[in-house]
């Protein structure tokens, strides 16, 4: 199944870019969130439910760095590409396969967060080079700038992506040969540590944000209710 996804890597390393430009520039729709953007790649896998799988654990590590300001935050858009495409070109019950694609994904996001802060240094520079026209109140040079801003990131994203797909691939299966604990103990190992610090992001932020617990309860109610519908 390896082999048939490196005749995907383009459409991956395609998805890879648009999801890693909703993380910030556009259009911001949350589409790139991990639990949605694994499940969209698991299913254009034909997968979606063990795209679900890995995008849920993928998302309570993304909940303990949020998105605000100019922080620097890992970018979980091209992640989630990376981890799903990775765990879904397996065979259900393979030993490890979920733990290694999440670890794939985890230094995916950190190398994505690095790319975006450099991507920010890059615009500061074209700014700078505008800044007499901008003054003057150019709307020309600022369309230039949006749009030079928008191309760097979608090359940013899908370079990103397929760059650590062809490296990820082989070495994925390579290290899934060298696998000796089960799978199930694999899948656990993931499940406590993303819950454990998906947990306590949720209390860090109950703490600290006024009316949390209350979104957070209507929230799961909400999902609950969904979910009983839905089976």
Same mark, same amino acid.
């Given at each position: &199944? ?27 729709? &949350? #589409? ?23 995008? #849920? ?8 760095? &949020? ?14 590409? %990376?981890?799903? @495409? ?11 396969? =979920? ?8 230094? +995916?996001?950190?190398?994505?967060? @690095?790319? =975006? ?25 600022? %369309? ?16 990103? +992506? ?16 060298? =696998? ?8 656990? =190992?993931? #499940?406590?540590?993303?819950?454990? %610090? ?19 309860? @209507? ?13």
């Amino acid at each position: &199944m390896i082999e048939v996804l490196v005749g995907q890597l383009v459409p991956l390393a395609l998805l890879g870019a648009l999801l890693g430009l909703d993380v910030v520039a556009f259009p911001q729709a &949350m #589409v790139s969130r991990p639990i949605v953007a694994a499940t969209l790649v698991g299913g254009f896998l034909g997968a979606p439910d063990r795209g679900l799988l890995v995008g #849920v654990a993928l998302e309570f590590f993304a909940l303990e760095a &949020m998105p605000f300001g100019a922080t620097r935050y890992p970018e979980w858009g091209s992640a989630s590409v %990376v981890g799903s @495409a990775l765990f879904t070109s397996v065979a259900d019950g393979t030993t490890g396969a =979920m733990l290694l694609a999440v670890l794939f994904a985890l230094g +995916t996001a950190g190398l994505g967060g @690095a790319s =975006m802060h450099l991507l920010r240094r890059v615009n500061a520079a074209l700014a700078k080079r505008q800044q007499v026209r901008i003054a003057r109140g150019s709307g020309s040079a600022v %369309v230039a700038l949006q749009l030079a801003g928008l191309t760097a990131d979608v090359l940013r994203g899908g370079l990103l +992506t397929g760059g650590v797909l062809l490296v990820a691939l082989p070495a994925y299966r390579s290290a899934l040969a060298a =696998m000796t604990i089960s799978a199930s103990f694999s899948r656990a =190992m993931v #499940v406590g540590t993303a819950s454990a %610090v998906g947990l306590a992001a949720l209390w860090k932020l109950g703490r600290t944000t006024p009316g949390a617990p209350w979104y957070l309860g @209507a929230g799961l109610l909400a999902g609950f209710a969904l979910a009983g519908g839905l089976l």
